[in-house]
């Protein structure tokens, strides 16, 4: 079975905190996405990796950074907290095969953000 | 951007009724997936239709694709209370950029026992 996990379910952090979620999948997956969920607005792409230490910008980059050093880890940065970014937020994997497009994306469990 | 629309927003059923959500889009795509979220979790993979597929079935999951109106159906066939989620679809776009997905805004489910 195909595994994501993120660092924490529930996150409490102040304005201007820099924040940290960690995402780490088990099945040596190119590509790697983090999303944020919101009521009314579905899932927003913030960036997404398709190799070790390459990445492109989503949807919705602003105020966020990433990293992935290793294959099986990547990792979303809040530079500086805000109160905008009170979110719940989701880690996916997949692979990629040419004339397939991208396959499906296994999901982590989610990081509810709270800033305050 | 968002591309999958889904409709519609809501639907509430009996337990043992078949429940059917649509979704359309509007580029050219590769393929077209769909996904299950419970309340506050992630999202879990239901079928993937590829854009040379008409018909897909899983289980008691039917997926039809017609890519001339751009546009695709979910029909799960005798739900039950469990089925009760958001269903998303999601479009891999065809051409560049054919990474990522590009996920519509969901229809809740609600199955009535």
């Known amino acids: 079975d195909v595994k994501v996990t993120q660092s924490s379910r529930y996150l409490v952090k102040r304005t201007g905190e820099k924040v940290f979620l960690e995402c780490v999948q088990d099945?040596?997956?190119?590509?790697m996405f983090w999303y944020r969920q919101d009521p009314g607005l579905g899932l927003r792409l913030i960036y997404f990796?398709?190799?070790?230490?390459?990445?492109e910008k989503g949807d919705i980059p602003e105020g966020y950074s990433v990293s992935r050093e290793k294959k099986e880890r990547f990792s979303l940065i809040l530079e500086s907290a805000s109160t905008n970014q009170t979110s719940m937020y989701l880690c996916?994997?997949?692979?990629?095969?040419?004339?397939?497009?991208?396959?499906?994306?296994?999901f982590g469990p989610g990081t509810r953000l709270t800033v305050t | 951007s968002q591309q999958g629309e889904e409709d519609p927003q809501a639907l509430s059923i009996q337990e043992g009724e078949n429940a059917t959500m649509n979704c359309s889009y509007k580029?050219?795509?590769?393929?077209l997936q769909w996904y299950r979220q419970n309340s506050g979790r992630g999202l879990v993979h239901l079928i993937l239709?590829?854009?040379?597929?008409r018909e897909k079935h899983s289980g008691r999951l039917r997926v039809t694709l017609d890519t001339s109106k751009k546009s695709s159906s979910l029909l799960i066939t005798a739900s039950r209370a469990a089925d009760t989620a958001s269903y998303f679809c999601?479009?891999?776009?065809?051409?560049?950029?054919?990474?990522?997905?590009?996920f519509g805004k969901g229809t809740l489910l609600t199955v009535n026992p």
């Open positions: 996916a994997s997949s692979f990629y095969r040419s004339g397939l497009g991208t396959g499906e994306q296994y």
């Open positions: 099945m040596d997956h190119e590509n």
């Open positions: 990796s398709y190799d070790v230490k390459m990445k």
């Open positions: 580029t050219s795509i590769n393929n």
């Open positions: 239709i590829r854009s040379n597929e």
């Open positions: 999601a479009t891999a776009a065809g051409g560049g950029s054919n990474y990522k997905l590009t």
